[in-house]
């Protein structure tokens, strides 16, 4: 069976490693893989990269991806979907294995149940947004980005008596934030489910000037809202031009929430954003061993056939979940996680 294999979306530590398992596990089965370049783009352009035991060889610790990505959407362009299955059908290629978060799994689902393409998913994101799946492959790996960046604030914090503020990515949800609020001790943590007032985070800061504390951290995610005791709020933007898929670009509430906690507190503060460092570089142990799991487990479902599924954490499980099921619905942080986080704040 020839296997197309590719990676869609904002790349991520890890993708290397699912690529080289599927790969491994798909050639332990009989069949063999091709890479498409730059994702869904590749199976627009034909744009192909032959994957051999010696091209993945050496990549497990590699950041990034071997394939290339992009954010293209073949359901915006005219004719996309279409040309997709001829190109499918002239490289003989038997079934797709999409890499990828809810954009290119998304679009991966559409093909399969409006066009009949066979194709399988793995679960990709920092953001750990994607439902259907415990935890994504590269998210382990941002928040101990984000961990270690806390931990090198405080010190830097407390010698100056200066608020941080430190700003994470994690779109629409708050799992880069909380996690990583945990893990370093944040002060105040602002995510987009369970949002805090600016007033209320000036507060928390007094309240630790109050009893000698005269440095804090405040960790705050890319989507999340400033909002105000007066009900007012505020979405920032680091550009309203949207993408294939309809996403804004975020960034930029760091610098505006450090602001008004500097005019509130009166305390000296600076404003960190962590940006693309989260995404780069090479993938932690445990993502490493999560890739894995889901490439070799992808391997057996297009083994059995079973297409319009995904490969999915569950518990310490990896199972198969419907792809329709983990792109319906955007996966937020529950409050307990948020819970745990505030009993240090302040
Ligand atoms: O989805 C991953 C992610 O890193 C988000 O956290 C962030 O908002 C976005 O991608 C950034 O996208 P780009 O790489 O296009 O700037």
């Not at 590749?42 to 192909?48: D, F, I, S």
């Not at 010696?54 to 990034?64: K, N, R």
């Not at 290119?104 to 399988?120: E, I, P």
Request: aromatic residues 6%; negative net charge.
């Amino acid at each position: 069976m020839k296997v197309a294999i590719l990676t869609g979306g904002g790349d991520c530590p890890g993708l290397n490693a699912v690529i080289r398992a599927a790969a491994r596990g798909c050639g332990a089965c009989g069949g063999y893989m091709v890479g498409v370049q730059n994702g869904w783009q590749g199976l627009l352009e034909a744009n192909y990269k032959p994957l051999t035991l010696d091209t993945v060889s050496g990549i497990l610790p590699l950041g990034g991806t071997i394939l290339g990505t992009s954010r293209t959407n073949p359901f915006t362009q005219e004719g996309g979907p279409e040309q997709i299955m001829k190109n499918v059908e002239a490289e003989g290629i038997d079934a797709v294995l999409a890499i990828g978060g809810e954009d290119t799994l998304g679009v991966a689902m559409k093909l399969h149940r409006d066009f009949g393409l066979k194709v399988v998913g793995v679960p990709k994101t920092i953001d750990n947004d994607l439902s259907g799946t415990d935890y994504t492959f590269g998210f382990d790996t941002a928040v101990s980005v984000a961990t270690e960046a806390i931990d090198r604030l405080h010190s830097t914090a407390e010698s100056h008596n200066r608020t941080m503020v430190v700003e994470v990515m994690g779109r629409h949800t708050g799992w880069i934030a909380v996690m990583s609020g945990i893990a370093g001790g944040a002060d105040a943590v602002l995510i987009p489910e369970f949002p805090l007032t600016v007033e209320e985070v000036a507060e928390l800061v007094m309240r630790r000037q109050e009893r000698g504390k005269n440095f804090s951290i405040v960790v705050v995610s890319e989507g999340a809202k400033l909002t105000w005791h007066s009900g007012a709020e505020e979405s920032i933007l680091a550009s309203s031009e949207t993408d294939a898929f309809g996403h804004v670009r975020l960034g930029g509430v760091g610098s505006v929430l450090g602001q008004q906690l500097e005019r509130l507190t009166g305390t000296e503060t600076r404003v960190t954003i962590l940006g693309h460092v989260q995404r780069g570089g090479t993938p932690t142990a445990r993502d490493r061993i999560l890739a894995t799991r889901f490439g070799i487990k992808a391997a057996e479902m297009i083994e059995a056939g079973h297409w319009g599924k995904m490969a999915a954490l569950r518990g310490d499980r990896i199972d198969e979940v419907e792809l329709v099921d983990a792109v319906d619905t955007c996966k937020y942080v529950p409050r307990e996680f948020f819970d745990i986080a505030s009993v240090f704040f302040g």
